[in-house]
């Protein structure tokens, strides 16, 4: 669609007749076999509760060490968002897809890995202090789109608005949203996929929106020194002539010049000057 190279990184996993399967397509297909199972799970009276063993759970984490849920609780969809989850799979499967061929498939790869792991190991954190839950996805995925936005950030999208103001919107939205509710855990978790998505991106080189920061750097990095390095004085009997002790004599007085302009001289150096012209000249003649 936008982008497509020739090397192997970035050419589908598989084939299935005419249509690629990229790893877009297979995370896209995982979250929806992980969604049909969990509405036959929840419609099997006493087995709606197994969902909660794969929920992030800042305390069953602590005390329980329960590692698995820090990246399990991405695939837990339960079926009330089931409209909300029709959507970002949509989400996922346009505009991954398109990250994907960008910046080839292990890098994409860690970039899932990056947003799925980086929310969890915050609230991680953060469950020292309160208590902390997190399930399915949608911070994960709109992740990818802030990624799509940074390495094609003028692309037009819906109603021809390019694609880094939709993605400000949305992260404006997103933000007052949470904030009007005082929902501190779930902001942490937005801001720090936006963050790693954006981060990842710009660190891999692909996306154009931080020249202001490279310059910035070339502004403040320390400029080198240069010296000035005398002419070495030949030894005696190197054959050293009259007017290498001419120049030599008149070079610190070129060199002020150079610096100061001729005004900078004193009267002895503007006698000297005129002296060793003097000397050049009837060399010369």
């Given at each position: ?61 602590w005390n329980g060490l329960q590692i ?60 020292l202090w309160q208590h902390s839950a ?23 999208l819906f109603l021809r608005i390019m ?123």
């Open positions: 669609m936008f982008g497509v190279t020739t090397s192997d990184d970035y050419r589908p996993v598989a084939w299935m007749g005419r249509y690629p399967v990229d790893v877009t397509t297979m995370l896209v297909g995982v979250h929806v076999v992980c969604a049909v199972l969990a509405c036959i799970l929840t419609a099997i009276p006493g087995l709606g509760g197994t969902l909660n063993y794969f929920v992030f759970d800042s305390a069953r984490i698995w849920r820090l990246g399990t609780y991405a695939f837990v969809h339960f079926p009330s968002g089931l409209l909300w989850f029709a959507i970002e799979m949509y989400f996922l499967f346009v505009f991954g897809r398109e990250v994907e061929r960008f910046v080839g498939r292990r890098a994409y790869i860690a970039l899932y890995l990056v947003l799925l792991i980086t929310p969890a190991a915050l609230l991680t954190i953060w469950g997190l399930a399915g996805s949608p911070a994960l995925h709109f992740g990818i789109f802030v990624a799509f936005a940074t390495i094609y950030p003028r692309v037009e694609a880094k103001w939709i993605a400000l919107i949305l992260v404006g939205v997103y933000t007052f949203q949470l904030l009007a509710y005082h929902a501190w855990s779930d902001l942490v978790v937005v801001w720090a996929s936006i963050g790693a998505a954006f981060l990842f991106i710009e660190f891999r080189g692909a996306g154009p929106e931080l020249a202001w920061w490279n310059t910035l750097k070339e502004r403040i990095r320390p400029r080198p020194k240069y010296h000035v390095l005398p002419k070495p004085r030949p030894r005696p009997g190197s054959g050293r002539t009259e007017s290498d002790d001419v120049y030599s004599s008149i070079d610190p007085i070129l060199d002020k010049i150079s610096k100061f302009g001729i005004g900078s001289l004193t009267p002895s150096e503007r006698r000297q000057l005129n002296r060793e012209r003097e000397r050049l000249l009837k060399k010369s003649e």
